[in-house]
């Protein structure tokens, strides 16, 4: 990792019709629909980002430490507030190993994400109790 300065990261978003916007960044491209029907609506969005994000990191820390790993899924729960705004008040990641990996990596990975790697963790309010839990399976 790197210790130059990131560049912003930059986007466009522009409304389409009712509660409907589409986006790019760089070559990426998306729509956010309020509904959750066209896309995802901003807040399935942000949870999206932050099991994206451990995910990506627990991958990558598995991989460089050279386990053979098969598969992975992570499984987001987020309780949300009655009230507005109806931010995240907690969340729940459970992550699901596929391929012979002990205990102590997948932890180490985890810990590693949430303390130091996960970028969009650490954009969120660091008040919001988050949970990790994994499970195994050897099979291929």
């Not at 210790?3 to 760089?26: K, Y």
């Not at 980002?49 to 451990?54: F, Q, R, T």
């Not at 990641?93 to 985890?110: C, W």
Request: charged content about 15%; glycine content about 8%; aromatic content about 6%.
């Amino acid at each position: 990792m790197s210790d130059a300065t990131m560049p912003p990261l930059a986007l466009q978003l522009v409304w389409e019709h009712d509660l409907v916007f589409g986006g790019t960044s760089a070559q990426a491209s998306l729509t956010l629909d309020s509904a959750g029907v066209a896309g995802p609506s901003p807040m399935q969005s942000l949870a999206f980002a932050l099991a994206g994000c451990m995910g990506m990191d627990v991958v990558h820390i598995l991989k460089k430490g050279r386990h053979e790993l098969h598969g992975l899924r992570v499984d987001l729960s987020g309780a949300r507030s009655p009230d507005n705004p109806k931010r995240f008040t907690a969340f729940t990641l459970h992550f699901t190993v596929n391929g012979p990996i002990p205990g102590d990596a997948i932890q180490r990975a985890l810990d590693l994400s949430h303390e130091t790697y996960c970028s969009v963790w650490h954009s969120l309010r660091q008040d919001i109790p988050m949970t990790t839990t994994y499970s195994v399976s050897s099979g291929a």
